[in-house]
């Protein structure tokens, strides 16, 4: 099973609203990711996870808060955002961020997010 | 900072038809593996190389590494309409904490 589950596939929501994305994994892996991608772009690191702890914050705004509750779940939480935070949010995980040598992320199936 | 270039940025082509998808890079990376994503759609993982000069194939796909771990391709042999999609090439890096280094990117549609 390589599969990594988000919830909700689509996301409406206004500047003052607070929402959550949510992303679970069941492969055992130890490493959580976010992304974001925008129109026919790549995806863009914003947070790491390594064995439930933030080991990497590419410089995302205090509007993104992520936390990892438990090895299986991501979350990502949501406040006061800007309708260029609209994009398609991505959850990828992988086995462990030390690999020997290397080591796969598998993303799961996005949130399409839309600030009005 | 690692660099990677993919190209074509975009390429159309008929149904039967072969192509190539580059990524090079002035760096070395561990691994190198290739994502094809669908509009809306997270990516999916194709196939990852991680020794110089790997050559792994996947039906009508082959991809190749580098010798020296800086560059990587993906031909397609056959293309079918099915093939049309966002190919992404991601280089890993063993220092960066798994940090994956993505290439800009090959728009590929195969026309009937």
């Known amino acids: 099973d390589t599969e990594v589950t988000q919830t909700p596939k689509h996301l409406v929501m206004g500047m003052t609203n607070k929402k959550s994305l949510k992303c679970e994994q069941h492969?055992?892996?130890?490493?959580m990711y976010w992304y974001k991608q925008k129109a026919k772009k790549p995806p863009e690191l914003m947070f790491v996870?390594?064995?439930?702890?933030?080991?990497i914050n590419e410089s995302v705004p205090s509007r993104f808060s992520p936390e990892c509750p438990n090895s299986s779940l991501l979350n990502l939480h949501l406040h006061a955002l800007q309708p260029e935070d609209s994009a398609l949010y991505l959850c990828?995980?992988?086995?462990?961020?030390?690999?020997?040598?290397?080591?796969?992320?598998?993303f799961g199936p996005g949130t399409r997010l839309t600030v009005l | 900072t690692q660099l990677l270039e993919q190209s074509p940025q975009f390429l159309s082509i008929q149904e039967g038809e072969n192509l190539t998808v580059y990524c090079n890079s002035s760096?070395?990376?561990?691994?190198l593996q290739w994502y094809r994503q669908e509009p809306g759609e997270g990516p999916v993982l194709l196939v990852t190389?991680?020794?110089?000069?790997e050559v792994k194939k996947l039906k009508r796909l082959t991809f190749q590494f580098g010798d020296a771990r800086k560059d990587s391709s993906l031909h397609i042999t056959a293309a079918q309409p099915g093939d049309t999609g966002l190919y992404l090439c991601?280089?890993?890096?063993?220092?960066?904490?798994?940090?994956?280094?993505f290439g800009g990117g090959t728009r590929l549609m195969v026309k009937p």
């Open positions: 990828a995980s992988s086995q462990d961020t030390v690999p020997p040598p290397w080591d796969e992320q598998f």
């Open positions: 492969m055992g892996h130890r490493a």
């Open positions: 996870y390594s064995y439930e702890k933030l080991s």
């Open positions: 760096s070395v990376f561990s691994s």
């Open positions: 190389v991680v020794t110089g000069g």
């Open positions: 991601a280089g890993g890096n063993n220092n960066a904490g798994n940090m994956l280094t």
